[in-house]
């Protein structure tokens, strides 16, 4: 690295630390701005908060546990079954805030819930890559969850050991310039959490991964803002609340475009042959039975082409398997090209493909084999490829899946039969 380059990323980071110094100010300067008012927010309404927070975990878990499923990600997982713990936190700070405002009407404690859940998830947050990558991890799917959940559960269990015997326990000082002091040290974490996944660049980072740096940096100012609370329920605690809960419909969003873009590749494979990436067999059998059906509503003829690649064991024999494949993706190309958007290319087998040309008489079919044939002639790559191709048109030549593909087949054949018996003139001459 050179000096220039060295000095450059040392401005960066002075200018990044400069920034987040002034957005964690900025924050503390709101909640000391929303102290000013004489805010009592209604305890029912604290209570629905905390119910849409848990389910909002327990969707997350739920939706971030089908991601671990789909992708074998362990950090998803971590984080899954922490936010499902963090659900349940969140459903029994209610009794606890029942307890604390209606029983002892104790407003100047913070709700040791609120401490251990925010805590719980701001360090998961900050190690849960560096658990993921350093950690020993069993091979079974069940040892892994149990696993996962035993660090998650022995986190929580230190977290409030700490909490209830460390001297001054989470309490509320009202005429403090900062009330609530330990609401500092979640945001320290959430912010610590903030920085080390900003830091990280993964080129293949899923939508959730991008937002959990958001995700810890709404819940760090969050901490920050309630750190000028001066009593449970005024108003810079109802504004950490609402930013809590803010990042966990931010994290909701993000997994769940991240599993509809795992369910679509899922359906991509299933229907696409991975080598080609054509249509696969299911998917011809699919397009060919949907033009049966409407070619039959509208009596209009559509052909289909069934070719086979000349010579594929000769290509791998002397040129070897890799180029066998290639041999495979350029004729794969070819099709594309000559393809029109209503078009199917699909490969048929080992050495087969499929085209389904909706709307096309014989005729036309024939002009389209011609071309391609041409097409893969033309082109100058070693080694040379050539197509035998049999064509079959509904409905003269049936009125079935079956009937068609069988059709089509025999003409292949009778066309390579006769390729190979001029083959044979030629050498005898």
Not at 71 to 79: I, M, P
Not at 127 to 138: D, G
Not at 162 to 184: C, K, M, N, Q, Y
Not at 305 to 320: P, Q, S
Request: proline share 3%; with cysteine; net charge positive.
């Amino acid at each position: 690295m050179g000096e220039a380059e060295a000095l450059t990323l040392a401005r960066r980071a002075a200018r990044s630390v400069w920034v987040v110094a002034a957005a964690c100010a900025g924050f503390i300067g709101l909640g000391h701005f929303l102290r000013q008012f004489n805010i009592v927010l209604n305890p029912l309404a604290w209570s629905a908060a905390e119910i849409i927070a848990a389910l909002l975990c327990f969707t997350i878990a739920a939706n971030v546990l089908v991601r671990d499923h789909g992708t074998g990600n362990r950090v998803s997982l971590l984080l899954g079954l922490t936010f499902g713990i963090t659900g349940i936190i969140h459903l029994g700070a209610i009794f606890e805030f029942y307890h604390a405002f209606s029983i002892t009407a104790d407003q100047l404690r913070i709700p040791l819930s609120w401490m251990m859940g925010q805590t719980l998830l701001g360090l998961l947050f900050l190690a849960a890559y560096a658990i993921n990558k350093h950690l020993p991890w069993p091979r079974g799917p069940k040892k892994n969850i149990l696993a996962v959940l035993s660090t998650i559960l022995a986190t929580l269990c230190l977290i409030t050991i700490v909490l209830l015997i460390f001297p001054g326990e989470p309490t509320i000082r009202p005429h403090s310039a900062v009330p609530r002091v330990w609401d500092l040290l979640p945001a320290a974490v959430f912010l610590a959490a903030a920085f080390v996944l900003n830091r990280r660049t993964d080129g293949q980072r899923l939508a959730f991964d991008a937002v959990l740096v958001w995700v810890a940096g709404l819940n760090a100012a969050g901490h920050l803002i309630a750190s000028q609370s001066a009593y449970l329920l005024d108003a810079p605690a109802g504004g950490a609340v609402l930013l809590n809960t803010l990042s966990y419909l931010t994290l909701l969003v993000a997994t769940l475009v991240d599993n509809m873009q795992i369910f679509r590749q899922v359906r991509i494979l299933a229907i696409s042959d991975s080598l080609t990436g054509l249509a696969n067999y299911r998917r011809l059998v699919d397009v060919l039975q949907s033009e049966l059906e409407r070619s039959g509503r509208t009596n209009r003829s559509f052909s289909v082409l069934l070719m086979d690649l000349d010579g594929l064991k000769r290509i791998n024999d002397r040129y070897g398997h890799l180029s066998g494949s290639q041999a495979l993706c350029r004729v794969a190309s070819i099709l594309r090209l000559n393809c029109r958007s209503i078009d199917t290319a699909a490969r048929y087998g080992g050495d087969e493909f499929a085209l389904v040309l909706p709307e096309t008489k014989e005729f036309a079919a024939q002009q389209v084999a011609e071309r391609i044939r041409h097409c893969l002639t033309a082109e100058q790559e070693a080694p040379r490829l050539s197509l035998s191709i049999g064509i079959s048109t509904f409905p003269q030549c049936g009125n079935t899946v079956q009937d068609l593909l069988e059709h089509a087949d025999r003409a292949l054949y009778e066309m390579k039969t006769e390729s190979k018996a001029r083959k044979s003139q030629n050498h005898g001459r």
